[in-house]
């Protein structure tokens, strides 16, 4: 899995992520990059056939559901939703081939999978993604005041995948587990997105959290997964998330 395709964590521009700080270089990663992916499911991702989910925005006036299939050894990508004329839109594809596929899949279908997939799997990306910086702030504030939390700023490079140079501060209690994060489209100053991480569920290995509320731009945001199940390899059994 790599970065180089990433884009935007804000779920919409395809309508349309004080104390001692540490810096350290994308080779060599903090502990709490592979504590955080192990909470997640890390070590047993490779178990892992196909995923599939809905994934859910809610922005006042702004909704939009899109159902993915992911086979993630093949990188093969099955994908529903409806178009603006209430019209069933369906590809399938291999992330390998998407220069082969209709203009669409490249310019809208494949960026959509990647946020999408980001806002599903992103603490296994902090293994994954060895290009991206990270940086271990140590306790500070949760956003919204909700106590605090380990702080740990996730920067991409400024060149490459969709979005290049986006940031993310995530929070992280002591369990591991994602609270909140605030996401910096291109490395704005300025926060693009700030959200929780809610409604933790475990779909077969994985820890997944089905819902995040926040604020974009100044309007509430609400970002919810359904339809989450896991087919582990070897299995025909689908395993929702519960």
């Known amino acids: 899995m790599s970065s180089m395709d990433r ?23 903090p502990p709490i ?14 178990q892992v056939e196909q995923i599939r989910y809905t994934f859910n925005v809610d922005l006042g006036q702004i909704k939009l559901s899109r159902s993915w299939l992911w086979e993630p050894k093949t990188d093969r990508v099955s994908y529903e939703s409806k178009d603006k004329d209430g019209k069933t839109v369906k590809y399938t594809y291999l992330r390998s ?8 899949v490249g310019k809208e279908i ?27 702030q140590g306790t500070q504030k949760v956003p919204g005041g909700k106590g605090t939390a380990r702080r740990v700023v996730v920067s991409y490079p400024s060149q490459g995948g ?17 609270r909140a994060w605030v996401y910096h489209a291109g490395g704005s100053p300025k926060p693009t997105l700030t959200a929780s991480w809610g409604d933790y569920k475990k779909a077969g290995p994985l820890l997944i959290s089905l819902e995040h509320r926040g604020m974009k731009d100044g309007k509430p945001i609400r970002i919810f997964f ?6 582990p390899a070897g299995s025909d059994a689908w395993l929702s998330a519960q």
């Not at 935007?8 to 990663?29: F, K, N």
Request: charged share 20%.
């Open 162 to 178: 969709y979005t290049p140079g986006d940031r993310y501060e995530l929070f992280v209690g002591e369990d591991y587990q994602v």
């Open 33 to 46: 990059c592979e504590q955080i992916a192990k909470t997640y499911g890390l070590a047993s991702f490779p």
């Open 7 to 29: 884009s935007p964590v804000v779920g919409l521009p395809l309508v349309g992520v004080l104390g001692l700080v540490c810096i350290v270089a994308a080779q060599e990663r």
């Open 226 to 231: 359904t339809e989450v199940a896991v087919k």
């Open 97 to 104: 081939q998407v220069s082969s596929q209709p203009a669409e």
């Open 110 to 136: 494949d960026p959509a999978f990647i946020n999408d997939q980001y806002w599903l799997l992103f603490p296994l990306h902090l293994s994954w993604d060895k290009d991206a910086k990270v940086e271990d």
